[in-house]
Antibody, heavy 121, light 113 residues
């Protein structure tokens, strides 16, 4: 059974940093493109960032470019999202999601349960 | 960026009746090299992660009931629930994976009338 488990969410002040993690099991992690998707309170789904199977290529939504960094450690089956200079509008539930292609150019499945990030002073 | 626009924003349907949700993309999602439409549909319930229903615009994910179907090509797509059950109450999203950045529709909230 495929599982993605996120962690690292919490309460953080504006301008500070937070790192999210997503551990995969039951998935051929090292050959799968991976993504982060978020949902702000009362809003819809927003794609945040994606990364190729080998970690060589990452790509970002304009709203987070230059502040967030996606990375992965295939030896640990773990995906990361380093979030710097956090803003109130970054407050959301963050989901990690897998794909069937190495470049992440496909639908999102499976999904983790999500981790909540609250940005507040 | 490809803009995805769903209609309606919300929908109330009687149990056993058909529900239809539309999704329009600002650019064609049909990839010429493989003749596939790069569009997926998800069901999202509160407190749960989104659930994949349909990919390639019309291929039902394994385990998804056959009352769910997807259709369309190019820029216009439809998700149809043939006979609504109580457990179908959710928000539904379309998602294009044709181009980066990936984009979602704004969501359609489906309720029981």
């Amino acid at each position: 059974q495929v599982h993605l488990v996120e962690s690292g969410g919490g309460v953080v002040q504006p301008g500070r940093s937070l790192r999210l993690s997503c551990v995969a099991s039951g998935l051929t992690f090292s050959t799968s493109g991976m993504h982060w998707v978020r949902q702000a309170p009362g809003k819809g789904l927003e794609w945040v960032a994606g990364i190729w199977y080998d970690g060589g290529t990452g790509y970002y939504a304009d709203s987070v470019k230059g502040r967030f960094t996606i990375s992965r450690d295939n030896s640990k089956n773990t995906l990361y999202l380093q979030m710097n200079s956090l803003r109130a509008e970054d407050m959301a539930v963050y989901y990690c999601a897998g794909t069937i292609t190495g470049d992440g150019h496909s639908w999102f499945d499976p999904w983790g349960q999500g981790t909540l990030v609250i940005v507040s002073s | 960026d490809i803009v995805m626009t769903q209609s309606p924003d919300s929908l109330a349907v009687s149990l056993g009746e058909r529900a239809t949700i539309n999704c329009k993309s600002s650019q064609s999602l049909l990839y010429g090299s493989n003749n596939k439409n790069y569009l997926a549909w998800y069901q999202h319930k509160p407190g749960q992660p989104p659930k994949l229903l349909i990919y390639w615009a019309s291929t039902r994910e394994s385990g998804v009931p056959d009352r769910f179907s997807g259709s369309g090509s190019g820029t216009d797509f439809t998700l149809t629930i043939s006979s609504l059950l109580p457990e179908d109450v959710a928000v539904y999203y379309c998602h294009q994976y044709h181009s980066t950045p990936h984009t979602f529709g704004q969501g359609t909230k489906l309720e029981i009338k």
